[in-house]
Structures are given as structure tokens and as C-alpha cells.
């Protein structure tokens, strides 16, 4: 394509203002914008629709085959794009590896009617979770293991936090995450739709593979140092617990959810077969 290059040199230029300004949670609550880095999350965001404000790219992306047709196909969208120098890009960058593009995406609004329910839904609620690293990979578990969809706390790490988009690797675009809804409006929706809630906490009342595999549910899982909250202990249907070597103290959260969310899986699948 001829597509005429625009430049951004300057670093008081209002676009890279933006891009900083985004790196707190305030000013992509304040915009609705946030920050996406690296082709392929790029590119799973274009697929999933997301609208792209803009996007900044430096002569690094040239080396990359993909890289250049994702760049090719912005300008064929009409979306603004500009080059920016390398070190300018490296002080905008949150990657140790810059791929050499990153857009500017609106914020996902997702509600509960984006929510597909049926007998058997299966929905993760993340209750307080801080850890971004652990916020992406339950997100991205829970997709793998077909759930309907994910409900965060008010108490729970930004979604459109950098490190969360990562660890989702793009999952976040094809799961439907409803945030920080109150608790008590979460549990009426569900309880509702008939839906049980199994919350997973160290001091359960049994072990996880006796809780009853059926009909839609809810599993809640909690803060990496304290657990769940005490108002979802409180509604459970079902406190559960994953039993460990007295050798550890705990499991981390985003292994728990694996564990917890593929054994519910397996044993519905055995229980319908």
C-alpha cells in the first residue's frame, strides 16, 4: 500500500501522553480506553471487534511478516497509525521484548445479559483477587474449560490491567467478564437462574470431588492470602476444599482453579455419559 506515514517524534506529543497515562487504573476508568502490546493480542482483540482508537508502531514491526499485514490491515480499516522512533516506543512499552506495536483499545462492557445460561452453565466468580499474573490465567483457565463466563468483585485486580491482558493471553476477548457488580445483585442473578454457588476455601467442609456435579453453578474462588470473602462463605451451597501434602500451606489460585474447574467438567461428563 502507499499508505502516507505519520511520525511522532516528540514525547510530549498528546498520543504517548495517553498511552502513559493509561498505565494507571484511574485514567483507563477515567477514558475507558486501555492498553493492548504484541501482534497476536492485537490481533485477537481486531477479531473479537474490539474498536482500536489508534495505534503506535516502530520500525521493529518491519521484521515481522505478520506484523506488517496486521499493520497493513489498520490502514486498510482507516485507523489512525503512527510511527514512533525506538526509544521513544521502549519508554512506552511494558514488555521486556517489545514486539514494535501496541493500540489503544475501548474498554469491554460486558453485562448480564451477554451471559449465555442453560443447565449447564458453568461461571467462575473471582472474589478480591490481586495478583494480576493470577487474574489472567483464571481467566484464561475458566475459557478453556468452556465456562460461560467470568464475574469479578469489586476487591478484584483492573481487568484491563497490562499484566492481566498478557496472562489471558486474549482469552478476556472471548469470555464474556462482567466487573465489579455488587455482591449481593451477583448472587440474585444467579440464585435466580437456579444456580448453585461452590465456594473453595482451605477450611471446607468436604473435598472437592464430593461436591454435587450438576445442573448450573457458580464456583468462587478468593484473595491469594485470604481466601473468599466472608459474605460468599456465608450464601455457599457448598464449601469445598482441595486436599494437600501437609508439606505446603496452600495452592496458588490460578492452580486451584484448574484443578477445581476441569475435575467439575470431567465428573458432569461421566454423570451425563
Known sequence: MNE?????????????KLVKSLSNRKFREKESLFVLEGVRLIEEAVHAGVGIRFVLYCRKL??????????????????????????LFSELSDTENPQGILAVAEVLQSNFS??????????LLIDGVQDPGN?????RT???????GVVLTKGTVDLFNPKVIRASMGTIFQIPVIMREDNQTILDFFKSKGFRFLVADANGEKTYYHSEA???????????????????LKEADEIVRIPI?????????????????????RRRTVLVK
Open 4 to 16: 502516507v506515514i505519520k511520525e511522532i517524534s516528540s514525547k510530549h506529543n498528546h498520543h504517548i
Open 62 to 87: 518491519s521484521g515481522s511478516l505478520r506484523g506488517s499485514r496486521l499493520l497493513n490491515k489498520f490502514w486498510e480499516l482507516g485507523v489512525n497509525t503512527f510511527l514512533v522512533e525506538e526509544n
Open 114 to 123: 451477554d451471559f449465555i445460561i442453560n443447565q449447564e452453565s458453568l461461571f
Open 135 to 139: 487474574l489472567g490465567t483464571m481467566i
Open 142 to 148: 475458566a475459557c478453556a474449560a468452556g465456562a460461560s
Open 214 to 232: 450438576k445442573g448450573p453453578v457458580v464456583w468462587v474462588l478468593g484473595n491469594e492470602a485470604n481466601g473468599p470473602g466472608e459474605f460468599f
Open 245 to 265: 501434602s501437609s508439606k505446603v500451606e496452600s495452592l496458588n489460585v490460578a492452580v486451584a482453579t484448574g484443578i477445581l474447574l476441569f475435575d467439575y467438567v
